[in-house]
């Protein structure tokens, strides 16, 4: 599975953006899907984690309620909503994608991952 994340930008606090993770070279569909950010001189955490169906969703404390995980099995597409921005949502934002029910919260859990996009909000 290949994975391609886009949408990444410059945006004010409080602005949205809205990420896109793009599969190829196989279908997403049997897969759990995760979205993870890494800001500079931190190590890479979870974000927001999907399963197969879509319809289990789960988020971070730090983005909840801010930030909408989706799917679209048919397109083969991932989607991270980010609304309320805030200067520490500012990270290069990766999609994942593992074979399993639910990849978890752990980096560990993910077998596939894209190259990121960077998000940076100013104040």
């Known amino acids: 599975v290949q994975l391609q994340a886009s949408g990444g930008g410059l945006v004010q606090a409080g602005g949205s953006l809205r990420l896109s993770c793009a599969a190829s070279g196989r279908a997403i569909s049997t897969y759990s899907m995760g979205w993870f950010r890494q800001a500079p001189g931190k190590e890479r955490e979870w974000v927001a984690g999907?399963?197969?169906?879509?319809?289990?969703?789960d988020y971070a404390d730090s983005v909840k309620a801010r930030f909408t995980i989706s799917r679209d099995n048919a397109k083969n597409m991932v989607y991270l909503q980010l609304n309320s921005l805030k200067p520490e949502d500012t990270a290069v934002y990766y999609c994942a994608a593992s074979r399993g029910p639910y990849g978890g919260y752990d980096t560990s859990g993910y077998e596939y991952w894209g190259q990121g996009t960077l998000v940076t909000v100013s104040s």
């Open positions: 999907i399963n197969w169906s879509g319809r289990i969703m």
